[in-house]
């Protein structure tokens, strides 16, 4: 009867949730130091991890390869764990424990933190990554947080109080940089940008982007897509440059329906009953 008893109140009691579960797990003893930093092996987390739930999985993201070959980007039709770009190398790892999945991304570094670039990868820097976005996303799943939160790391003494410094001469400003000047449609079809360390016409790398973008892919899957978005936030001459043939490029498209439009239709169109053929009209032959 008592057996009985304490069963119904076990079944009675509340189940903690994963990050609740893993978050009571002391991962202290098995912290080593590398390089100053603290850090928790991947073997040691995916082991505490599998102890409590046996039942955990993990896995390792993949993309389409893209490999540089002559200023270009080419596709190779194979899936690979990792994504190559021309900023450089990132994984994805994602692990399922009871049902919950967690994800974290983590760029492809050297031994000083550094991302690493295509010409200096191989496969033993990105299998380090996966390993360490692993413990990263086992974090987030609750193992182990406090060492990427820095709850562990001693306080940083006060600085003792010293009389304040004389005052300055003020610094005189510069002028306020001009507005850039406005480049015609020949000097935006001339314009070549750097373009993964190399000269390239904008037209060029605008119809690849085009091409592209008719396939489906977005900025995650193309390398050409994702280096013209990254332009169009970047203050420089080629970002300027980006945006101007941005522009131009959507009035072209704007004049190439409005000329379809008036195509398509057998008669000559009432424009005072259709002012939105007509404003197109306008805005094609002006």
Same mark, same amino acid.
């Given at each position: 009867?008592?057996?009985?008893?304490?069963?119904?109140?076990?079944?009675?009691?509340?189940?903690?949730?994963?990050?609740?579960?893993?978050?009571?797990?002391?991962v202290?003893?098995?912290?080593?130091?590398?390089?100053?930093?603290?850090?928790?092996?991947w073997?040691?987390?995916?082991g505490?991890?599998?102890?409590h739930?046996?039942?955990a999985?993990?896995?390792?993201?993949?993309y389409?390869?893209?490999?540089?070959?002559? *200023?270009e980007?080419i596709?190779?039709?194979?899936?690979?764990?990792?994504?190559?770009?021309?900023?450089?190398?990132?994984?994805? /790892?994602? @692990?399922?424990?009871?049902g919950?999945?967690?994800?974290q991304?983590?760029?492809v570094?050297?031994?000083?933190?550094?991302?690493?670039?295509a010409?200096?990868?191989?496969?033993?820097?990105?299998?380090?990554?996966?390993?360490?976005?692993?413990?990263?996303?086992?974090?987030?799943a609750?193992?182990?947080?406090?060492?990427y939160?820095?709850?562990?790391?001693?306080?940083?003494?006060?600085?003792?109080?010293?009389?304040?410094?004389?005052?300055?001469?003020p610094?005189?400003?510069?002028?306020?940089?001009?507005?850039?000047?406005?480049?015609?449609?020949?000097?935006?079809? *001339?314009?070549?940008?750097?373009?993964?360390?190399?000269?390239?016409?904008?037209?060029?790398?605008?119809?690849?982007?085009?091409?592209?973008?008719?396939? *489906?892919?977005? /900025?995650?899957?193309?390398?050409?897509?994702?280096?013209?978005?990254?332009?169009?936030?970047?203050?420089?001459?080629? *970002?300027e /440059?980006v945006?101007?043939?941005?522009?131009?490029?959507?009035e072209?498209?704007?004049?190439?329906?409005?000329?379809?439009?008036?195509?398509q239709?057998?008669?000559?169109?009432d424009?005072a009953?259709?002012?939105? @053929?007509?404003?197109?009209?306008?805005?094609?032959?002006?």
């Amino acid at each position: 009867m008592t057996e009985k008893v304490k069963e119904k109140k076990e079944e009675q009691k509340p189940k903690l949730s994963v990050y609740a579960t893993l978050q009571k797990i002391d991962v202290k003893p098995y912290i080593k130091k590398k390089m100053g930093l603290d850090y928790l092996s991947w073997a040691t987390a995916w082991g505490l991890v599998k102890s409590h739930y046996p039942d955990a999985k993990k896995e390792f993201t993949e993309y389409p390869e893209y490999i540089p070959s002559k *200023g270009e980007w080419i596709s190779t039709g194979r899936q690979v764990p990792y994504r190559l770009t021309p900023f450089g190398c990132e994984v994805e /790892a994602t @692990v399922t424990i009871n049902g919950e999945k967690t994800s974290q991304n983590l760029y492809v570094m050297d031994n000083r933190g550094n991302s690493v670039k295509a010409q200096a990868l191989d496969m033993k820097l990105i299998n380090k990554a996966q390993q360490r976005c692993l413990v990263k996303a086992l974090a987030t799943a609750g193992l182990g947080l406090e060492i990427y939160a820095g709850e562990d790391l001693p306080e940083e003494p006060q600085q003792k109080q010293t009389a304040p410094k004389p005052a300055q001469k003020p610094v005189r400003r510069q002028a306020t940089p001009s507005k850039p000047k406005k480049m015609t449609k020949d000097q935006l079809y *001339g314009y070549q940008a750097d373009y993964n360390g190399e000269k390239k016409f904008l037209v060029t790398i605008y119809t690849e982007c085009d091409k592209q973008k008719k396939m *489906g892919l977005d /900025a995650k899957k193309s390398v050409p897509i994702e280096w013209w978005h990254e332009k169009l936030k970047e203050n420089s001459a080629d *970002g300027e /440059a980006v945006r101007q043939f941005t522009e131009m490029a959507i009035e072209a498209n704007k004049k190439k329906e409005a000329k379809a439009k008036i195509k398509q239709s057998d008669k000559i169109p009432d424009y005072a009953k259709d002012p939105e @053929v007509e404003k197109l009209i306008e805005e094609s032959i002006s």
